[in-house]
C-alpha cells in the first residue's frame, strides 16, 4: 500500500514537472487560433491582426483557422475537444454567452470545457434611426415605441446575434414592444431602414458610421455602459433614458480547459502588452472595438456574468435559433 502510494506520488510529482517545463519553453510550434466566422468580418480582423502582433513577443507564428458555422457552434466545439496544451486558442465573443441559452443543447459546456485568457476589446452597437422621423434621442425612441406598442421595426444580422438582443434588452428595460425583422446579415436590414420600411436600428459600428457620416442614419446614442472612442460625441443609452443598460459586444481569446495556467499567464501577459502599443489600439479601433484587456480571472467572470445577463432577456423575449 505505501509502495503503492509512492509510485503515484512519484508519477504525479513526474507529470507536474513535464507540465511546468512544457510552460516554461511555450511556445515551441505555430500556434492555430480559430476565427468562428468567415473571412473578412469583424471577429476575423481581430483574429487576424492580434495573432500577427502578438507572434512577434511569443517568437511563433499565429496561424488563423476560419471555423465558420451554426452560430459559432463548429469552431468552439473544435476548440473543447483540442488538446489543452495553449497551441490552439479561439477568438470568441458574446455570442458564448448568449448561445448558453439561446440553444437547448450545445456539444459542449459554455464554461467547463473553457479557459479564459483575456478579453480584446469592447464593441458598442450604434443606436440610430431614418432622420425622417421626429426622433432625435433615446428618449423620443422609447416615447415613440410606447405611443404605438410594436410600431417600431428593427433589423438585425439574424435571431439571436447580438444586434437582435440589444434590441430585446432595450425593450425589456424601457418596457415597450419593438417589433424584430431578422436578416441573413445586417447591410440589407440596414438599406431598408434608409429606405423607410424599417425604424430603427442596433447596429455595429462600422456599419452604421458610414450612413450616419452621410446623413441617411441618424445616430442616436451607443450601447456600452460608457462613452467608446469610436463614437465620442454619442451619450450611452444608459445616460439617455435606461440607467443600467449595457449591450456591448466584445471579444477575447480563450482556450481548451485545462491548459497549464502557466500557458495561460503567458498568452495574457503577450495580449495585454500589445494591446498598449498606439498603433494595435487605432487597428483595434478601426475594426470597430475599444481595446479592454483583462485578467484570466475577470474575464471568466465576465462570460459568467453574461450567461446569466442574456439568459433572462432570451427568456422574456422567446427568442429562438434560426433553424
Not at 439574424?158 to 428595460?173: D, I, K
Not at 458610414?210 to 454619442?234: D, E, F, M, N, Q
Request: charged content about 15%; hydrophobic content about 45%; glycine content about 8%.
Amino acid at each position: 500500500m505505501i509502495i503503492n502510494r509512492f509510485v503515484g506520488l512519484f508519477c504525479a510529482s513526474l507529470a507536474l514537472l513535464s507540465v511546468t517545463a512544457a510552460a516554461e519553453t511555450f511556445p515551441t510550434r505555430p500556434i492555430r487560433l480559430i476565427s468562428p466566422f468567415a473571412p473578412g468580418g469583424g471577429n476575423d480582423i481581430i483574429s487576424r491582426s492580434l495573432g500577427a502582433a502578438i507572434s512577434k513577443g511569443l517568437g511563433q507564428s499565429i496561424v488563423v483557422d476560419n471555423r465558420p458555422g451554426a452560430n459559432t457552434i463548429v469552431a468552439m466545439e473544435i476548440l473543447a475537444r483540442a488538446a489543452p496544451d495553449g497551441y490552439t486558442l479561439l477568438t470568441t465573443s458574446s455570442s458564448q454567452a448568449s448561445n448558453a441559452t439561446l440553444y437547448a443543447k450545445l456539444p459542449y459546456d459554455s464554461i467547463r470545457d473553457f479557459a479564459p485568457v483575456s478579453r480584446i476589446g469592447i464593441s458598442p452597437l450604434i443606436v440610430a434611426v431614418n432622420p425622417a422621423l421626429p426622433i432625435n434621442s433615446v428618449r423620443d425612441l422609447i416615447a415613440a415605441a410606447k405611443a404605438k406598442p410594436g410600431g417600431i421595426m428593427y433589423p438585425s444580422a439574424g435571431t439571436g446575434n447580438s444586434t437582435h438582443l440589444a434590441g430585446e434588452l432595450f425593450a425589456v428595460m424601457a418596457g415597450v414592444t419593438l417589433t424584430h425583422v431578422p436578416y441573413k446579415g445586417l447591410s440589407p436590414g440596414i438599406l431598408d431602414l434608409i429606405s423607410g420600411r424599417l425604424h430603427a436600428v442596433f447596429s455595429t459600428a462600422p456599419s452604421a458610421t458610414p450612413h450616419v457620416k452621410s446623413g441617411r442614419l441618424r445616430a442616436l446614442a451607443v450601447t456600452s455602459g460608457a462613452r467608446s472612442a469610436l463614437a465620442p460625441i454619442l451619450p450611452t443609452v444608459a445616460e439617455s433614458g435606461i440607467p443600467g443598460y449595457d449591450a456591448s459586444t466584445w471579444y477575447g481569446i480563450i482556450a481548451p480547459a485545462g491548459t497549464p495556467r502557466a500557458v495561460i499567464a503567458r498568452l495574457n501577459r503577450e495580449i495585454v502588452a500589445v494591446l498598449a502599443i498606439p498603433e494595435f489600439r487605432e487597428q483595434l479601433m478601426a475594426a470597430g472595438a475599444d481595446p479592454a484587456p483583462n485578467t484570466p480571472e475577470e474575464f471568466a467572470a465576465l462570460i459568467k456574468a453574461e450567461i446569466v445577463k442574456w439568459a433572462k432577456v432570451i427568456k422574456l423575449s422567446g427568442a429562438k435559433p434560426e433553424a
